[in-house]
T-cell receptor, first 112, second 111 residues
Framework: EPEVTQTPSHQVTQMGQEVILRCVPI?????FYWYRQILGQKVEFLVS????????KSEIFDDQFSVERPDGSNFTLKIRSTKLEDSAMYFCATSLLGTGAFFGQGTRLTVV | QQQVKQSPQSLIVQKGGIPIINCAYENTAFDYFPWYQQFPGKGPALLIA?????SEKKEGRFTISFNKSAKQFSLHIMDSQPGDSATYFC??????????FGKGTRLHILP
């Protein structure tokens, strides 16, 4: 069964450092998303990406965040200068038009 | 603004019982309503979904009931098992294909 793959599974970084989270979407999917989940809380939308551009972003997705699909397969989330409050699980999700989104297993980001 | 309201926050049911999780929404532009199941340390997994032109959908032991006029939908789990213990999220997709989650329900099925 096709699945969304995320790497790394766990990333520890110092405050102020840049991190890049990577996702390999399901191959024929067209819509890509990043969500985050602070421990024990709900899943929060960060950004959606379609046709090689951001289609929507939330208030959380400020100038410190960026996304790209550099090689037509991987989909990345970059946080330029991490803050303590960026510590969370980050989920990549992908979908086809008209379907639900399929989520990866997540990257646990710990900012120290 | 909470676009998808989910209740209860937590639920404990005896094995074999029928837990019911309820959700409500305001935005009539939502056109797809998925439910996700999440186990600790895992990503949300798509469980079952419904479109607003359908009043009920059943897949195995999971049933969604949808009331378009009331803007409410619910998940029923028939013959619940301890392995169903997880956090369940209702969600709604808007016309920009963004999926908005409810706050989740922690379900515990007692053996």
């Amino acid at each position: 069964e096709p699945e969304v793959t995320q790497t790394p599974s766990h990333q520890v970084t110092q405050m102020g450092q840049e991190v890049i989270l990577r996702c390999v979407p399901i191959s024929n999917h067209l819509y890509f998303y990043w969500y985050r989940q602070i421990l024990g809380q709900k899943v929060e939308f960060l950004v959606s990406f379609y046709n090689n551009e951001i289609s929507e972003k939330s208030e959380i997705f400020d100038d410190q965040f960026s996304v790209e699909r550099p090689d037509g397969s991987n989909f990345t989330l970059k946080i330029r200068s991490t803050k303590l409050e960026d510590s969370a699980m980050y989920f990549c999700a992908t979908s086809l038009l008209g379907t639900g989104a399929f989520f990866g297993q997540g990257t646990r980001l710990t900012v120290v | 603004q909470q676009q998808v309201k989910q209740s209860p926050q937590s639920l404990i049911v005896q094995k074999g019982g029928i837990p019911i999780i309820n959700c409500a929404y305001e935005n009539t532009a939502f056109d797809y309503f998925p439910w996700y199941q999440q186990f600790p340390g895992k990503g949300p997994a798509l469980l079952i979904a419904i479109r607003p032109d359908v009043s009920e959908k059943k897949e195995g032991r999971f049933t969604i009931s949808f009331n378009k006029s009331a803007k409410q939908f619910s998940l029923h789990i028939m013959d619940s098992q301890p392995g169903d213990s997880a956090t369940y999220f209702c969600a709604a997709r808007d016309r920009d294909d963004k999926i908005i989650f409810g706050k989740g329900t922690r379900l515990h099925i007692l053996p």
